[in-house]
């Protein structure tokens, strides 16, 4: 990797941060955060070292499924602003140097779409075919339903025109039939759309929904042999219209294990998603949590398939805007997350996962949760945040489900943590209450405060992004002999780090062998003064406090790099 190449594959260092508009930052007082909101805070961003903004969707919605479920897949919902305040926000993110990516939805629309409309009016309307319909009754689905609180199957029958649809979220999002050509033509025309005012890639939502063949096969007149084919078309248009000053690309969200997420990549071809979020070694992170034991993240990240395209890349995260979902650990695995981490019920979601942030889980020790900040930029992969975890916000269990973790951003002290001029009850969503609220936890004094989790994570940004063998490099798990500490090593050429990270509560001292470094070669520490020297016997010892992390970039014998 040549530092040139980090600017082309822009992706493959960017730190992203996730944003709800509508808990963002409210500027004109309606209780709504909204586009110019958002704009105020750029600099913020920029700040923190976020380099790309992913914006959760914004378009017009009757918002079932918090803006998931959309109306017209061209339009600014008018609570946020309108066109111009989106190609304005987009002009100052460049201008700071942060990139834009927007939510695509391919699986399904709101039902209050046009083309729905029209499509349940009759059987000879010209979108009947837009989205998948049966006419005989669906057997049992219970167990595909995402939402099983909500829906007891994933098919819903329609009395107008007496046949039954496909959802698999709610039944107010139906599912688009991608089988047909004109939705794909529909779906690429919106990418073409978006791309032109500014964007620089889509988060694509749900992707192995949408291109699942057991639900389209038999209901659909298209052929739809090769559903991977639609990923190929779509990642090939995105190259078309995005070649240029950078390429843009396409992040999707591919809850499956590696194995299975192989193909969605396009293999060794790497011709689909150009980035997909490693669900797994997010919940296995969770498992070495609860256990304070490094293995079962070691495994996952061992497992991850090789021999990828240079264009593609994970993902890594460790909260996002959803549950915290377990349903790739086994039974007795997700129980001891939840045990571990959400002791109450009021703290679990659908049987699978929690509906609580990382610091509330970890009771609020600030060495633990920055020691997991410190595990996820370490991590071989780009770093995504989810707006709030950079100061630590909690959740608030009074909002129900899901929503109980896109409360307003906490900006300061002042009147609803700065996020709203509005009346409380006017407001969006409730703002946190408690040891986590406003009048603890807020960006205004984290921004004081040298000590804060908002200068660590800023730090670490900072640092891995001038460290892009974080981003781009091979990983080897390093041997030694405490089950509580990953330690890891990044390797890019003649660039290497190894990272060091304690998940335990004890201090510990971790001796290393490099077999490959000579006397001579120092470890200099990017967090904090320090360095460890490699002895004759290629060997060092790294002392660790409880939960504590070292970032050690290795420094052979007349390196002439800034270090
Ligand atoms: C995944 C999104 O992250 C989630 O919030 C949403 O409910 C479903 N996809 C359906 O769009």
Known sequence: MRITDTADLWYKNAVIYCVDLETYLDSDGDGIGDLPGLTQRIDYLA???????????????????????????????????????????????HDRGIRVIVDLVINHTSDQHPWFRQSRASKDSPYRDFYVWRSDTPPDTSEEAMFPGQEDGIWTYDEKTQEWYLHHFLHTQPDLNTANPQVREAITKTMGFWLQLGVDGFRVDAVPFAINQTTLTGADQHEFL?????????RAFLQRRSSGTSSAMVLGEVNLPHQDQLAFFGGEDGDQLTMQFDFTVNQKTFLSFAREDARPLAEALSE????????????????????????????????????????????????????????????????????AYSLLFSLPGTPVLFYGEEIGMGENLEVPGREAVRTPMQWS????????????????????????????????????????????????????????????????????????????????????????????????????????????????????????????EHAT???????????????????????
């Open 541 to 563: 010892d790294v002392t660790l406090e409880g939960y504590g992390y070292r970032w050690l970039r290795v420094k052979r014998p007349g390196d002439p790099r800034l270090l």
């Open 226 to 234: 090769e559903p991977h084919d639609y990923l190929r078309t779509l």
């Open 413 to 536: 002290q002042d009147k609803n943590g700065g996020f709203s001029s509005a009346r409380p009850s006017k407001l969006a969503r409730k703002v946190v209450e408690g040891p986590f609220g406003p009048q603890h936890v807020n960006a205004a004094q984290a921004r004081r405060d040298p000590e804060s989790l908002l200068h660590h994570v800023s730090r670490l940004a900072r640092r891995y992004r001038d460290c892009p063998e974080l981003g781009w490099g091979e990983l080897t798990i390093l041997d030694q002999h405490h089950h509580e500490v990953l330690a890891h090593r990044m390797t890019s050429g003649d660039q290497s780090m190894i990272l060091i990270h304690n998940l335990s509560p004890k201090s510990l001292v971790v001796p290393l062998t490099l077999h490959d470094e000579e006397k001579g070669t120092e470890l200099i520490d990017l967090l904090q003064d320090g360095a460890c020297a490699v002895d004759a």
């Open 47 to 93: 700040d923190v070292g976020v380099s790309c903004l992913w914006l959760m969707p914004f378009y017009p919605s009757p918002r079932r499924d918090n803006g998931y479920d959309i109306s017209d897949m061209f339009g600014v919902d008018p609570r946020y602003g309108d066109h111009g305040d989106f190609v304005e926000l987009v002009r100052v993110a």
């Open 304 to 371: 991850r398939p090789q021999n990828l395209s240079v264009e593609t890349q994970y993902a890594n995260f460790l909260r996002n805007h959803d549950e915290l979902t377990l349903d790739l650990l086994s039974a007795q695995e997700r129980d001891e997350v939840l045990d571990t981490f959400a002791p109450e019920d009021e703290m679990r979601f659908a049987g699978r996962g929690l509906r609580r942030r990382l610091p509330a889980m970890f009771d609020g020790d600030p060495r633990r949760i920055k020691m």
